[in-house]
């Protein structure tokens, strides 16, 4: 029985393109994968497909922008499974325009789902891991918050913000087995980079010196391995996945 095998990886937004390739590499890995996700007909097919792959995985649901609804679903996890030992804080959406003309309800949608989202998930299972002296927080954040890019204000703040958090959960944490990192990923072959009208998500790839967008299972390798017991002196970290496009 492998270390892993017994821990409980709680990722969110797990039904997209990075949350799956994570899905699945952590199943891979030997852990009890749960899946949360907000649009429960899109789950349930997402939940069968991988099924019929080979994939086992529980789907629970949350609006992770909410924080009581953070708190069932992770009651609800312990009474069904057991304590999240490996959170991935990977939910996150877009509302891109320029800042002269977003709305505050595109502000209010990014800041919540993507940053609000970290205090309301990681507060409902840190001291579980503070007892247990085990747990890995995972944020994903993204290259747009370690820099700007035109027409994401309110996704940079949310992203930046992420590893804010990071740094000084980090610290607070770091002597009782429990680490907080940041993985900040470039342009990835996901719906969300698709969504990017054409001429322009190709003005991007051309500024990318692997000459290439990132794979999801790319990110997935990266998650698995701060995921694990080898990841232990590895706190308050951003680590960047992003073809070399944006170095510092
Ligand atoms: N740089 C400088 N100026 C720009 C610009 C740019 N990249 N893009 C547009 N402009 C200018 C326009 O020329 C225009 O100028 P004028 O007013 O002088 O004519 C002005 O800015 C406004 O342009 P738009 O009306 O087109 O602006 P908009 O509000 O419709 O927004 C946009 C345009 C949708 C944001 C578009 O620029 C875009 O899609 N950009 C890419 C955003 C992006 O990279 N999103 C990433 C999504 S994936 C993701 O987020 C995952 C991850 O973590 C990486």
């Given amino acids: ?12 937004g797990a039904t997209g393109g990075l949350g799956t390739a994570m899905c699945k590499k952590l199943y891979d890995d030997g852990y009890i994968v749960v899946a949360n996700y907000r649009n429960e007909e899109k789950a349930k097919e997402w939940q069968a497909n991988l099924k019929k792959e080979g994939y086992d995985i529980a789907i629970y649901y949350a609006d992770v922008a909410d924080f009581d609804s953070c708190g069932k679903m992770i009651q609800q996890i312990a009474d069904d499974i057991g304590h999240v030992g490996v959170l991935v804080n990977n939910a996150g959406i877009t509302k891109d325009g320029a800042f002269r003309k977003m709305s505050y309800e595109n502000w209010k949608a990014v800041i919540s789902t993507n940053l609000d989202s970290v205090f309301n998930c990681t507060r ?8 247990n ?14 820099r700007g890019q035109f027409g994401q204000s309110n996704y940079s703040a949310a992203k930046a913000g992420m590893h804010g958090f990071t740094k000084t ?21 996901t719906d969300m980079v698709m969504a990017v009208k ?28 701060l995921a694990s017991e080898h990841a232990s002196f590895i706190t308050g970290a951003n680590l960047s996945i992003n073809g070399g496009q944006h170095v510092y």
């Fill in 1 to 12: 029985m492998s270390a892993t095998e017994k821990k409980i990886v709680l990722i969110t």
């Fill in 124 to 131: 409902h299972v840190i001291n579980y891991m503070i007892e």
């Fill in 133 to 146: 002296g085990f747990g890995r927080i995972i944020n994903i954040s993204s290259v747009n918050g370690q």
């Fill in 169 to 189: 959960l980090a610290m607070e944490v770091a002597n009782k087995g429990v680490t907080v990192n940041t993985i900040s990923p470039g342009y990835i072959g």
């Fill in 198 to 225: 054409e001429e322009i998500r190709n003005q991007i790839i051309a500024q990318i010196p692997v000459g290439r967008l990132g794979g999801t299972e790319e990110v997935a390798y990266l998650v698995s391995f």
